[in-house]
């Protein structure tokens, strides 16, 4: 190339001599141009050419000999797409899924909607006294804690009532009774991931043990939350000089029963640690904890008894409720199963009745996706979690939902971004992303299964062009950091434009 320019510059000195050529001199400016043309500044569309290549030679990696990964990032600023690969190819969600369940109660419910737990009585009042039953009914809120529930026995004690002649009762007939999702793994159980679903459910329907070493030949220090009479505990642990533990607390799932045990030796070198597991009828347990939340307040109350459906003429006594915003927030930076199956079968009881359902939600999934473009038939969803591997759906749908809400449902599209991990910052991206061009730049959903990592969601480039994208990565063995690794540097790459 330096030798061509040398000579053009020589030609062009004996410039005069071709006066009587014009075509041929014009023709070779031309080709003296293309000498030249390195030094013209990088465009867009340069920098679109290089992160191309670099994200292929990303997926050169000895990892995709086995593994799968589809791709679709589309830039929303100058809309066009930017990379795609195998992005019609049908893969497990995982908690992706999430974007779905919340993008289809953001399309379908109203923007000030809310997950109401009340308490109602079936009697009458005499001054502090209420002669007759307290029945609660289900609100599907998955947030709900024990201390939302000491806030309905205070409110209850404000109002004056310090007796309650009568049984405490759980209302769960607004959901059908199937309490596990369709294609959820028996051997989950009892994880607190794998939750029973109650429209009624508090404390995520599981309980939490604490615990840390205590001295060598003690039992293991276990704090456990919340107490409760609903189920039993043993500790039949040890604190161990040794350095390996085989420490365990478990829950008599086979049996279907409440009983957690603490068995096995914990190292006196362990750090504190805790650990969550399900339980079995969460609206029983729901309505232990109230009865026990009521007489912390001082209210008298009957005995738990089971489930009734609420008796037409009841009175309201208390509710509670919950934006849906605040529903979304949790489910999708904590990446709640439990938030999420609930919410899918609320959005389908409130706009086809009367019992909740997955299918009834499903519907509306289905319904979403087809106002996006898409046919819901290429794709399998059975619950609105993820936790199913029956689920199968690609890169292109997710990114294309995204797009779908940016550009048509802007409203929905902010509040669907403020519910979502920030890189760098809180959920479940709170520890990756964290370098400078990447922080707080990308709100994205996660979602990890065994052999499955995906991330899917927005990101905004240096140069302030928004991008969505979905990174689909599935069959690979043992841990998923190779895959996270490989979506985080996609992720660096596009930061670059």
């Avoid at 059908?176 to 159980?189: H, K, R």
Wanted: proline share 3%; hydrophobic share 35%; charged share 25%.
């Amino acid at each position: 190339m330096e030798t061509k320019n040398l000579f053009c510059k020589t030609f062009l000195l004996k410039m005069p001599a071709l006066a009587a050529l014009p075509f041929l001199f014009i023709s070779f400016l031309t080709s003296c141009s293309v000498g030249v043309s390195t030094l013209r500044p990088i465009t867009e569309l340069n920098k679109e050419e290089k992160i191309k290549e670099e994200i292929a030679t990303l997926l050169q990696d000895e990892f995709f000999k086995s593994s799968q990964i589809g791709i679709d990032i589309y830039d929303l600023t100058n809309e066009k797409y930017l990379y795609r690969k195998n992005e019609k190819q049908l893969f497990h969600p995982a908690s992706n899924l999430k974007l779905l369940t919340s993008l289809s109660a953001l399309k379908f419910l109203p923007e000030d909607y809310k997950l109401r737990t009340s308490a109602y009585y079936n009697g009458t009042r005499e001054d502090s006294v209420i002669n007759g039953d307290l029945i609660f009914t289900g609100g599907f809120d998955a947030e709900f804690s024990t201390r939302d529930l000491d806030s309905i026995a205070y409110a209850t004690k404000e109002l004056g009532i310090r007796k309650i002649n009568g049984n405490i009762y759980a209302d769960v007939s607004m959901m059908d009774s199937l309490y596990f999702g369709s294609g959820w793994m028996w051997d989950d159980n009892p994880e607190i991931y794998n939750p029973y679903l109650s429209p009624l459910s508090i404390n995520r329907n599981g309980v939490k043990f604490i615990y840390q070493p205590d001295t060598a030949g003690s039992t293991v220090s276990i704090e456990v939350k919340p107490e409760s009479k609903f189920y039993n505990f043993k500790n039949l642990s040890e604190t161990t000089n040794s350095d390996t533990s085989d420490f365990e607390i478990t829950r008599d799932w086979l049996n279907n029963k409440n009983d957690f045990t603490a068995s096995g030796y914990l190292s006196v070198h362990s750090k504190k640690d805790s650990i969550e597991l399900n339980v079995v009828h969460p609206e029983k347990y729901f309505i232990s904890l109230a009865k026990e939340q009521f007489e912390k307040n001082g209210i008298e109350i009957g005995d738990v008894r089971d489930t009734l459906t609420l008796p037409s003429g009841a009175t309201k006594l208390i509710e509670f409720s919950r934006p849906l915003d605040s529903l979304l927030v949790y489910m999708d930076k904590q990446s709640d199963n439990l938030s999420a199956e609930l919410l899918l079968r609320t959005t389908g009881m409130e706009l086809y009745g009367k019992p909740a359902t997955a299918k009834k939600g499903i519907k509306l999934i289905d319904s979403l996706i087809t106002l996006a473009g898409y046919n819901p038939k290429n794709y399998r969803i059975v619950d609105g979690s993820g936790l199913s591997e029956y689920n199968l759906i690609s890169a292109e749908l997710l990114a294309g939902l995204l797009k779908y809400t940016y550009k048509n449902d802007y409203n929905n599209y902010k509040r669907l971004i403020n519910a979502l991990p920030v890189s760098g910052k809180d959920g479940t991206l709170k520890n990756r992303l964290k370098d400078s061009t990447t922080y707080q730049k990308i709100t994205a959903k996660t979602g990890t299964l065994s052999g499955v990592s995906n991330l899917s969601g927005y990101l905004e480039a240096q140069s302030g062009r928004l991008i969505c994208f979905s990174i689909l990565v599935q069959h690979f063995a043992g841990s998923s950091a190779k895959a996270r690794k490989i979506q985080d540097e996609i992720c660096r790459i596009l930061s670059g434009l």
